[in-house]
């Protein structure tokens, strides 16, 4: 089944700075990759996805890459704030409607 | 807007006690899932239902029983809680197909003590 690897799983920045966060996958059916925030004690909520037959995606400050040759999309933050701090985890889609998730990443973005 | 919610947010049990989370989302969504959520072990797959009635197991059933009598309602049965069992519970839902959202609900923190 599918299998998704996650790093770092901590990442401390300056507010301003940019943050990248990386996850491999295995399986190479998988076509749906999206991004969730998960805030200190609230539920984790998509802030961004990719499907396979894209190579990239924005919204204002964020962005997603997606490679598939090597099996690897990441996230970057651009401009961070402290409001960006929070735990990320990536997911792939299996073809059986489920998300795989990573471990997560804790982003720490000091003032 | 979408609303999933959880019947509780803490819950303190003792060990071997039958323990119900129960999990309602009022979107008409087919597909329900129950995760748990442990430090450095991200958000790992117990159980979950693609219609009424129907349910499969995920990456960690061992321990956990599930059922879904309603469309609308997922409930997942700890038939002797242990204290490996204590965790973050998350509940979501998400519509039948590819490339949709999920949708989470807020937890239930357990503790079984």
């Known amino acids: 089944g599918e299998n998704v690897e996650q790093h770092p799983s901590t990442l401390s920045v300056q507010e301003g700075d940019s943050a990248v966060i990386k996850c491999t996958y295995s399986?190479?059916?998988?076509?749906?990759f999206p991004w969730y925030k998960q805030e200190l004690g609230k539920r984790p909520q998509l802030i961004i996805d990719?499907?396979?037959?894209?190579g990239e995606k924005k919204d204002q400050r964020i962005a997603v890459t997606l490679n598939k040759t090597a099996k690897h999309f990441s996230l970057h933050i651009t401009e961070t704030q402290p409001e960006d701090s929070a735990v990320y985890f990536c997911?792939?889609?299996?073809?059986?409607?489920?998300?795989?998730f990573g471990t997560g990443t804790r982003l720490l973005v000091s003032p | 807007d979408v609303k999933v919610t959880q019947s509780s947010r803490y819950l303190v049990k003792r060990t071997g006690e039958k323990v119900f989370l129960e999990c309602v989302q009022d979107?008409?969504?087919?597909?329900m899932f129950w995760y748990r959520q442990d430090p450095g072990l991200g958000l790992r797959l117990i159980y979950f239902?693609?219609?009424?009635?129907?349910?499969e197991k995920g990456d960690i059933p061992e321990g956990y029983s599930v059922s879904r009598e309603k469309k609308e309602r997922f409930s997942l049965i700890l038939e002797s809680a242990s204290t490996n069992q204590t965790s973050m519970y998350l509940c979501?839902?998400?519509?039948?197909?590819?490339?949709?959202?999920?949708?989470f609900g807020p937890g239930t923190r357990l503790t079984v003590t």
């Open positions: 990719i499907r396979s037959n894209v």
């Open positions: 979107m008409d969504h087919e597909n």
């Open positions: 979501a839902s998400r519509r039948p197909g590819t490339a949709y959202e999920q949708y």
């Open positions: 997911a792939g889609e299996t073809g059986f409607q489920k998300l795989v």
């Open positions: 399986d190479s059916a998988s076509n749906y």
């Open positions: 239902s693609y219609d009424v009635k129907m349910k």
